[in-house]
Each structure stands twice: as structure tokens, then as C-alpha cells.
């Protein structure tokens, strides 16, 4: 799985319980299935935690009733304009960034807030 080598190479896999994404055998294909493969998988996984992280539209957008917060990231390949476009809850331009991120998701307040 693709997902999992780009954590390890830009040494972010370490803040993720389990690295679910699509794999090279065409299972899960949309974010949907990705994102019900995680809770199902982690019963005890506190829903409310799960945030959905790409860097593209069609990441952000992949589960769009599931009430999720997204984290749009622009060290992909998506392109900026449509990053902005997709009204992801966070926009990061840098790993750094995601890392901050995922250090603060659940303590009820992020980088910057008073």
C-alpha cells in the first residue's frame, strides 16, 4: 500500500494507530471504503478522532457525509487552487504543519488558539 511507505518516508508514520489506504489489488478504491475499513477494523477507536488527511479534492470530498474533519495538504500533488476550493476543516502547507496537527487533535485546541 502506497499510504504506508509515503508515512514512513516522511517519517509521519508513527502518529497513526493503523495506515489504511487503497491498495494496488483495487480494495478499497473510494475514501469511503478506506474510512470504514479504519472503525470497522478499530472497534474501540473513538470516531470522533478520525480525521481525513489528502491532498487532493476527491481525498477531501471522498466521504462527504461522514461529518469528518479533513486536513488538506499541499506537499502533494494537488494543486493549490484546488486545495483552497475544497474547503477542507485545516489547510497545511508543510509536513511540519500535519505533525503539529496530529500532536494537538483531541486536546480541544490548536497551534495558534488562546
Known amino acids: 500500500m502506497f499510504a504506508e511507505r509515503i508515512l514512513k518516508h516522511v517519517a509521519l508514520a508513527g502518529y497513526f494507530r493503523l495506515i489504511v489506504g487503497s491498495n494496488l489489488d483495487h480494495t478499497h478504491v473510494s ?4 474510512i470504514h475499513h479504519v472503525l470497522d477494523d478499530c472497534p474501540d477507536l473513538n470516531d470522533q478522532r478520525v480525521v481525513m488527511v489528502g491532498e487532493r479534492e476527491h481525498d477531501i ?3 462527504p457525509n461522514n461529518g469528518r474533519d ?3 495538504g ?3 500533488s494537488g494543486p493549490m487552487g484546488e486545495l483552497l476550493a475544497v474547503g477542507s476543516t485545516y489547510l497545511v502547507l508543510f509536513v511540519r504543519e500535519l505533525a503539529d496537527l496530529l500532536e494537538w487533535q483531541g486536546e480541544g485546541c490548536h497551534p495558534g488558539c488562546s
Not at 475514501?31 to 478506506?34: C, D, I, L
Open 31 to 34: 475514501r469511503a471504503e478506506v
Open 70 to 72: 479533513t486536513i488538506a
Open 61 to 63: 470530498n471522498g466521504d
Open 74 to 76: 499541499s506537499f502533494g
